[in-house]
C-alpha cells in the first residue's frame, strides 16, 4: 500500500472525516521522482469540535505515529470543523514553496 493510501485509510478509519483530501506534495521538494515524503492534508471531522488548533495536530500526529517515524518528512495540516469548513466556502490555504533542500 502506498503511504498516501496508508495516511488516507487510518485517518478514515479514526476521524470519520465528511471531507478528505490527502495531497503528495512531494514533487515539490528536492527528493526523487516518485517520493512520498511530503504531505498536505484537509480534515474536516466532527472530532475536531471544541478541540483547539494544537489539539487537532497532536490527535493527527497520535493517528499516524508509526508513519511519522517511517517516512512522512513534512505534513501540512489543515483541519476544521463543519462550521469552519462552511465559513472558508470548502477552500484551504495553498502549500507554500520549497525553499530546502539544493534548491
Known amino acids: ?4 493510501a496508508e495516511i488516507e485509510a487510518r485517518l478514515s478509519a479514526e476521524l470519520n472525516p465528511s471531507y478528505m483530501r490527502v495531497i503528495n506534495e512531494s514533487n515539490n521538494h528536492n527528493v526523487p521522482p516518485g517520493s512520498e515524503s511530503h504531505f498536505k492534508l484537509v480534515l474536516v471531522s466532527d472530532r ?5 488548533l494544537l489539539a487537532r495536530h497532536r490527535l493527527i500526529n497520535s ?3 508509526g508513519e511519522l517515524q517511517n517516512g512522512i518528512h513534512a505534513l501540512a495540516m489543515h483541519t476544521y470543523t463543519e462550521s469552519e469548513w462552511s ?4 477552500d484551504a490555504p495553498e502549500s507554500p514553496p520549497c525553499h530546502g533542500g539544493s534548491k
Not at 87 to 90: I, K, Y
Open 63 to 65: 493517528i499516524l505515529a
Open 48 to 52: 475536531f469540535n471544541g478541540k483547539n
Open 87 to 90: 465559513d472558508m466556502q470548502g
Open 1 to 4: 500500500m502506498s503511504m498516501q
